[in-house]
């Protein structure tokens, strides 16, 4: 299927997740971060549709936009908001935060310079109609040992959530 | 001008794509239109519907005075709430309540994208159709979320995360239900399923049995774990604790009023409907008609495809019946007179569905129609029959019911299917 | 029958010196103005998250001074008040108050009267309890039976209607008898009703009896036991349910039930199921009674030679029926003039009403509403 209007929509999208991401850092109000980063959320798997990948932007769109981001926003809106609103918001760690964000700026400069010849086997698949098919294929053949791994470390992490929240074992 | 009329003529050209699919954007947008505005007849049915089949089971008759038989209570109750005053409560965050109703809106009426009334019938057919409609209808927590916080009321916040806390579990439960579908649509010569809506029809219609059949009782278990998630989803009875009057807890849209109310109300709506065609495309055959192999041949053809024209020409009769029993009175002049009309529209709606040329193309959409016109009537059955749950009584079930019924409903149709690739086709 | 009397101090009915609000607990207000609160109770909840730690009934809304205003009228003069009681069940109320200023004056009505009084008081019974289980039903969310109860009581409603002239503060009897005469066709309406109703019951039980959320919102919510509803003195179906076998129908007959023939229903576990299904075999029974009240309606006078001005000999008497909701007892003193001195009304309502903290405690919040309408409470009757 012959894309459309390829750069403009990458723009439009990398701007939202921009605006969203500092919106994120910047509102004073948790509930308004909260909804920003859905926004953002939501701009990163429409960027997903654009690399030809339809089933993690599914995936992105169920789980972290429906899934997490909401029980994000049931543990802000169940603690008190309005002490967090009245506190100032303080830079305490700056010169970390600018070490991070340095070595990050380099790290991006370095990828956008060397450009494609740091991933000289990349395989792009055009094809979309089988996507689904062929991440099934991969996840379940050659990566079956990693997506175990991965499934158990959500068990623990399911178990404790329950051991620490329930009232009498 | 003729590029542009060539352009409009060439999507009709391709035979079995849809204008997605297609990249015909001009007929994309006329399907989303008919969507749109089918949809919007449909809720509006609906809310008729559902005040007169409610007070017929409860022995009384619903409205009667607007319009002949109460036809034109939504119109009126419509009119009225937009005429309603708008009430925003002082302290509530604006843009967060501005914006709560028009999530919820969008993510109810944009999973009418890929929902497929017929093999070429669907705005679009996307590779992941299922998983899309499962990921945008849980975009709708997020908009019940916000409703009660922006509220800045205490009780419109319980009855709001209770009613989200519902939502999230029970889409686990569907979820289950719906792999366990996608898991037969793979039972073909290739050995990979599909997520696409209409693929799963074609993989029924292939393997010549609706996937409630299949596996007899696998599929209708599965089936029946999605009909009882999807009533919960959508917060209807007996699972509408969050917003029935007689608790303590409001519910969510309490500080709503006029418009934006009815905008919640819309997408409620909406949003039974999106999920019954959920259930039908996974489990009910989508639009294929009732026994198309079993039943076959060209005058069995031709008898299911009047059963559009048939419907409506009963629905006409029905109409004209009613009509001859209106009291005789002159203040009943106007109301028999509307109701005749309405029922000359219908038969005259059912005699061009008679045409050959027609009854062949819209046969699909019938049968689609028909089938989730039957899961709105249960949505309302179990309304006016069942008491409601107890919240804690609700995620029981969800959890520890539905959810390792649904896994090994799973379990058992992955091996069964297993089963019948080695034995039978080794 | 005497019983022990029991130590309260596991009830905590004494009032405890510690607050009423602790620092992990919510204070919750229900009511007065509540859909489902059955008139104007004011409920205050003390919750720990879900859970109901005790709860606190204001009453008082529905107050209008009945039985001050009994002080200022003369015996037949206050008749009609006290149908504004228990509004539901008016003709039970006024079978209680009537027989209570007989025994005062030392007057019985005749059998014909009495036969009358038992069906209409048993068709009264039938009516309170379709109500109650429509307004029941309607809180636990079945909305539903509602409007099938009203719709058949509404045929009772009609022989009242026929009879005296009103449909729901009857005033339909008079100290020492009944004023009016059966009308023609009163028993052939009586008949038809019992042959109309008996499928309803079936009616009514089969959209809950077995439906399985009814089960779970029912069974073992808001139970209490046998020692305390002693203790606090419930009575009626709440009482039977929990498994005491106590009808003052059969304890301390009066009118002429001893004439009938007819079973007391009783429970086990004192859950809310068992005081419906309690309730359920009460109407059925009360259509047994019906039935043989029609059969053997004696001839005679309806009402006995009662002065026009009654001046009871001065004296107090106390003397209570089987209302539906239970024991509803009337204790007047009289000064030897033509009003009485003291009226006094023992609402059964009103005493059930103090169980509502036993059978809530650990209960959920939901559940409180469903006990509240298993305790079938009329506020008019409360108050007073």
């Known amino acids: 299927m012959a894309p459309v209007a390829t750069p403009f929509f990458f723009y439009l999208f990398a701007a939202i997740m921009l605006i969203g991401g500092i919106a994120v850092i910047t509102r004073k109000n948790p509930v308004h971060s909260a909804l920003a980063l859905i926004v953002t959320l939501l701009a990163q798997s429409s960027i997903y549709l654009m690399l030809y990948a339809p089933f993690v932007a599914g995936v992105q769109v169920i789980l972290y936009a429906g899934g997490i981001m909401v029980l994000f ?3 802000i809106m169940l603690v008190s908001i309005d002490r967090s609103m009245k506190e100032r918001q303080f830079n305490s760690q700056w010169v970390v935060g600018i070490v991070a964000a340095t070595a990050l700026a380099g790290l991006f400069v370095t990828v956008y310079i060397k450009g494609t010849s740091i991933f000289p086997d990349r395989v792009l698949p055009i094809i979309e109609s089988d996507n689904t098919q062929k991440v099934a294929t991969m996840l379940y053949g050659q990566y079956m040992f990693a997506f175990e791994i991965a499934s158990l470390l959500l068990l623990v992490a399911i178990i404790g959530a329950v051991v620490m929240a329930k009232k009498r074992i | 001008m003729g590029q542009i009329i060539q352009y409009i003529e060439s999507y009709l050209k391709t035979k079995d794509l849809t204008p997605g699919a297609a990249g015909n954007m001009f007929w994309a947008l006329v399907y989303i239109l008919l969507i749109f505005g089918g949809l919007s007849v449909a809720v509006i049915a609906m809310n008729w519907l559902e005040r007169k089949i409610l007070a017929h089971m409860q022995v009384r008759l619903g409205p009667m005075r607007v319009g002949p038989h109460g036809l034109l209570q939504p119109i009126a109750d419509a009119i009225k709430l937009l005429l309603k005053e708008d009430i925003m409560p002082t302290e509530a965050d604006r843009f967060v309540f501005w914006t709560a109703p028009l999530i919820v809106v969008m993510a109810a009426f944009t999973v009418f994208i890929v929902v497929p009334f017929g093999p070429t019938h669907a705005v679009t057919d996307m590779n992941i159709g299922v998983l899309f409609m499962l990921g945008v209808s849980s975009l709708s927590v997020l908009g019940v979320v916000m409703a009660g916080w922006a509220s800045n009321s205490h009780y419109p916040l319980i009855g709001a995360l209770r009613s989200s806390a519902q939502m999230v579990s029970y889409e686990v439960a569907m979820g289950l239900a719906v792999v366990a579908a996608v898991l037969m649509t793979s039972l073909n010569a290739e050995g990979t399923g599909t997520l696409s809506m209409i693929g799963i029809v074609q993989a029924q219609q292939a393997q010549g049995i609706w996937f409630i059949f ?23 009875a007996p699972f509408d604790l969050a917003e029935a009057e007689s608790e303590l807890t409001a519910g969510f849209h309490t500080e709503y009023s006029g418009f934006r109310w009815s905008l919640f109300f819309l997408a409620e709506y909406s949003a039974m409907i999106a999920v019954s065609s959920i259930a039908v495309t996974l489990w009910l055959g989508g639009w294929l008609r009732p026994f198309p192999n079993l039943l076959s041949g ?22 004209f019946f009613n009509a001859a029993r209106m009291p005789k009175h002159p203040m009943f002049r106007i109301q028999t007179i509307g109701l005749a ?33 039957g899961f709105m009537y249960l949505y309302i059955w179990y309304r006016g029959t069942f008491p409601r749950y107890r919240f804690d009584q609700l995620m029981h079930i969800g959890w520890k019911v539905l959810l390792p019924l649904g896994l090994a409903v799973l379990i058992l149709t992955a091996s069964v299917a297993l089963l019948q690739q080695r034995l039978w086709h080794p | 029958m005497t019983y022990q009397h029991n130590t309260l101090s596991h009830l905590e009915l004494e009032a405890p010196e510690k607050p009423f609000l602790d620092s992990n607990e919510l204070v919750i207000n229900m009511g007065p103005q509540h859909p489902a609160t059955h008139g104007v109770l004011r409920v205050i909840l003390r919750l720990d998250g879900e859970k109901v730690l005790g709860l606190e009934c204001v009453i008082g809304y529905l107050h209008r001074g009945v039985e001050k205003i009994g002080e200022h009228r003369t015996y037949t003069m206050f008749n009609p008040y006290v149908d504004r009681m228990d509004y539901v069940a008016a003709v039970s109320n006024g079978l209680g108050y009537c027989e209570t200023v007989e025994k005062l004056l030392n007057v019985e009505a005749p059998p014909r009267a009495q036969h009358i009084r038992v069906i209409l008081a048993e068709l009264n019974r039938i009516a309170s309890h379709q109500l109650w289980l429509g307004t029941h039903a309607l809180d636990i969310g079945a909305i539903t039976p509602l409007f099938y109860t009203f719709r058949d009581r509404e045929e009772i409603l009609k022989i009242y209607e026929k009879y005296c002239g009103a449909r729901l503060t009857t005033h339909a009897f008079r100290i020492g008898g009944l004023q009016y005469e059966t009308y023609n066709g009163f028993e052939k309406d009586v008949k038809n009703f019992l042959t109309f109703f008996r499928p309803k ?35 009626g179906p709440v009482l039977r349910a929990s498994g005491v076998k106590w009808d003052l129908r059969k304890a301390q007959p ?22 419906y299904l309690v309730r359920m075999a009460e109407m059925r029974q009360s259509v047994r009674i019906v039935e043989q009240a029609l059969d053997a309606l004696p001839e005679g006078p309806i009402i006995a030679k009662v002065p026009k001005v009654m001046k009871p000999a001065a004296g107090e008497v106390y003397h209570s029926i089987e209302a539906p909701k239970g024991e509803l007892g009337y204790f007047i003193v009289s000064d030897g003039s033509t009003q009485p001195y003291r ?42």
């Not at chain 2, 299949?214 to 209807?236: D, Q």
């Not at chain 2, 053809?301 to 629905?315: A, M, R, Y």
């Not at chain 3, 089969?206 to 419930?234: M, P, Q, Y």
């Not at chain 3, 059978?359 to 008019?380: F, K, N, P, Q, Y």
């Open chain 2, 341 to 373: 009309g309405f029922g000359m529209v219908l038969g005259l709606i059912g005699l061009v569905l008679l045409l050959p040329a027609v009854r062949v193309r819209v046969q699909d959409i019938f049968w689609f129609a028909a089938k989730v016109a």
């Open chain 2, 298 to 319: 060209p005058t069995w053809d031709l008898v299911f495809s009047l059963f559009p024209g048939i419907t409506f020409l009963l629905l006409a009769a029905m109409c």
């Open chain 3, 254 to 275: 009066y009118a002429n039930y001893k004439n009938f023939d007819f079973d007391i229903p009783t429970g086990h576990n004192g859950d809310t199921y068992d005081r």
């Open chain 1, 73 to 75: 926003l049931f543990v």
């Open chain 3, 343 to 384: 009226v006094r009304v023992r609402p059964p309502s009103f005493v059930n009403l103090q169980a509502l903290d036993v059978m809530c405690r650990g209960e959920l919040v939901a559940d409180v509403i469903a006990v509240i309408g298993t305790l079938d409470i009329v506020l008019g009757e409360v108050d007073r």
């Open chain 3, 201 to 235: 019951i079936d009616e009514y039980e089969e959209l809950l009896t077995t439906n399985r959320i009814w089960v779970e919102r029912t069974k073992d919510v808001g139970t209490i036991s046998a020692e305390d509803c002693i203790a606090l003195g419930v009575t």
């Open chain 2, 214 to 236: 299949k596996f007899f009782p696998l599929g209708a278990i599965a089936f029946f774990i999605f009909a009882v998630s999807m009533v919960a989803e959508t917060n209807r």
